[in-house]
């Protein structure tokens, strides 16, 4: 994941969320799930900063979104508590994990701040921006 593409994808998310209305943070990691970019719109709830990040954190660690983590993380999950290994994941939708074409895993964006169902949207506007 380089900064350029980051950034581009971070444009599409902002865009996306101005679009629907609504105010989110938007983190994006690289493959190895450092930060690559970042942005906290005016107004989201402060705690949607930590969310966002470990919905990210989850997906790119665990090479899946972090919706399909949800379904292996819950009490009656296979791995139930998993998210509290790692220095800390989410087990709810808004993380995705980002592919090259070839299924090289990338990085991961995370989005919060909105409804579970719209986050998981921005995001996958964003990760669109892989395919342009």
């Known amino acids: 994941m380089n900064a350029t593409l980051a ?12 679009r ?37 954190r989850t997906a790119v660690l665990f090479q899946m ?13 296979r791995a139930y508590t998993l998210e509290n290994t790692n220095g800390g994941m989410t087990s709810f939708g808004g993380g995705l994990v980002l592919k090259a074409a070839d299924g090289k895993v990338l990085g991961a964006i995370g989005v919060s701040g909105a409804s579970t169902e719209e986050d998981i949207a921005i995001a996958r506007v964003a990760a669109k921006t892989l395919s342009a």
């Not at 994808?9 to 101005?18: I, Q, S």
């Not at 979104?65 to 999950?77: Q, T």
């Open 7 to 18: 950034t581009a994808m971070l444009d599409a998310a902002h865009a996306e969320a101005r």
């Open 20 to 56: 629907m209305g609504v105010t989110v943070c938007i983190s994006i990691l690289d493959a190895a799930a450092w930060p690559v970019a970042f942005l906290r719109m005016e107004g989201v709830i402060l705690g949607a900063v930590d969310v966002a990040s470990k919905k990210a």
């Open 65 to 77: 979104d972090s919706a399909d983590f949800a379904k292996i993380g819950h009490p009656d999950g």
